[in-house]
Nanobody, 121 residues
């Protein structure tokens, strides 16, 4: 399984950005699509997850501003990020996980490379 994240860039505070994560292989339809981010000097943070059946999870820091979605036809996950703030600046990662338990990606996990999001104030 390979994951290719894209869509990062430099935006201003208040702007929107849409990240994409294209997946290869047969696991996309049955795995959870997760989005993480990691800012310099901070731990990696799970911010969103979406199951194939529609279940969604959002971290408190992005709830109400970010929306995860997925397209089974193209094996692609998306993260729509609205009302971006400087504190949202980080490298964003997508990951497929076989399980999602109590707000954490578990089981077999496949990682994509990161895409950098920079938010200027």
């Amino acid at each position: 399984v390979q994951l290719q994240a894209s869509g990062g860039g430099l935006v201003q505070a208040g702007d929107s950005l849409r990240l994409s994560c294209a997946a290869s292989g047969r696991t996309f339809s049955t795995y959870f699509m997760n989005w993480f981010r990691q800012a310099p000097g901070k731990e990696r943070e799970l911010i969103a997850s979406i199951a194939s059946g529609g279940y969604q999870y959002y971290g408190e820091s992005v709830k109400g501003r970010f929306t995860a979605s997925r397209d089974k036809a193209t094996n692609t996950g998306f993260l729509q990020m609205n009302s971006l703030k400087p504190k949202d600046a980080a490298t964003y990662y997508c990951a497929l996980s076989s399980l999602f338990v109590r707000g954490a990606a578990k089981g077999t996990i496949y990682w994509g490379q990161g895409t950098l999001v920079t938010v200027s104030s």
